[in-house]
């Protein structure tokens, strides 16, 4: 195992791990007037409906799909699909949100390019993150035939055991060290996108979250309350004298 292995396996996902938590807080409790997506929807609509949806709902299946399908013991999911079972089912599910996925960011990016509105409104920032996101996808899209040599889900296996270790705070950064290039990469880009959270428009999604709490709250009991005036005496009149 190489220092390379050894760093981004082992110590970097902590390092992303506390930015992305820490910087989340500071920045909720010292920013809150920059929490915010800082949508352009106002700018210029266009195509943005198709674009966004397109985009969200691939990333989101993406991101839930690795979320648990990573971090499930095998143990649990074993009684229901089988691994080779369950890597097809992911390539299959993941290159369809993958696809759709790419295809709205590309969207996105050209929109932000080209549309002179958008483009004022734009900073350094939204491009690093549209740029990480686009070649994340692309990557993970390349994943796909890597992973079809291993129709025995060992691939899956041996990446989901690695997570699985970070969690519970015993790295193995060995267990990648095997893989390919694409994978590592894939999983550096993934891990960097927490990293810069944080510091980019992508904060909001702490909001999305905490839309789950706001729709299982308990509801607000309103009390009507009467308020009483008390009577104030009218002022004398005062009448004129004539001469």
């Known amino acids: 195992?190489?220092?390379?292995?050894?760093?981004?396996?082992?110590?970097?996902?902590?390092?992303?791990?506390?930015?992305?938590?820490?910087?989340?807080?500071?920045?909720?409790?010292?920013?809150?007037?920059?929490?915010?997506?800082?949508?352009?929807?106002?700018?210029?609509?266009?195509?943005?409906?198709?674009?966004?949806?397109?985009?969200?709902v691939g990333v989101l299946f993406l991101f839930f799909g690795h979320f648990f399908g990573m971090l499930t013991p095998h143990s649990v999911y074993s009684v229901v699909i089988g691994a080779p079972a369950k890597q097809v089912l992911a390539m299959v599910s993941g290159g369809v949100a993958g696809v759709a996925a790419i295809i709205g960011i590309s969207m996105l990016l050209a929109r932000r390019v080209k549309e002179p509105h958008v483009r004022r409104q734009s900073n350094a920032r939204d491009y690093v993150v549209l740029g990480l996101f686009w070649i994340q996808l692309l990557l993970g899209l390349a994943t796909i035939p890597l992973s079809a040599q291993h129709l025995d889900g060992s691939m899956m296996m041996l990446l989901a055991q690695w997570a699985q270790s970070i969690v519970v705070l015993q790295p193995q950064p060995a267990l990648v060290a095997p893989?390919?290039?694409?994978?590592?990469?894939?999983?550096?880009?993934?891990?960097?996108?927490?990293?810069?959270?944080?510091?980019?428009?992508?904060?909001?999604?702490?909001?999305?979250?905490?839309?789950?709490?706001?729709?299982?709250?308990?509801?607000?009991?309103?009390?009507?309350?009467?308020?009483?005036?008390?009577?104030?005496?009218?002022?004398?009149?005062?009448?004129?004298?004539?001469?």
């Not at 996902?13 to 992305?20: D, G, K, N, R």
């Not at 927490?194 to 709250?217: E, K």
């Open 179 to 243: 893989t390919s290039w694409v994978f590592k990469l894939h999983m550096i880009i993934g891990m960097t996108v927490f990293l810069i959270l944080p510091f980019t428009r992508l904060v909001h999604i702490w909001s999305g979250f905490a839309t789950l709490y706001y729709a299982f709250r308990p509801y607000q009991v309103v009390r009507s309350r009467r308020i009483s005036i008390p009577d104030v005496p009218a002022e004398p009149t005062r009448r004129g004298t004539g001469m």
């Open 1 to 56: 195992m190489s220092g390379f292995d050894l760093f981004f396996f082992g110590v970097y996902p902590y390092i992303c791990l506390a930015v992305f938590f820490l910087g989340s807080l500071v920045r909720f409790d010292a920013g809150q007037y920059t929490w915010r997506s800082e949508s352009s929807q106002l700018l210029d609509r266009g195509h943005l409906r198709w674009s966004s949806n397109l985009f969200h």
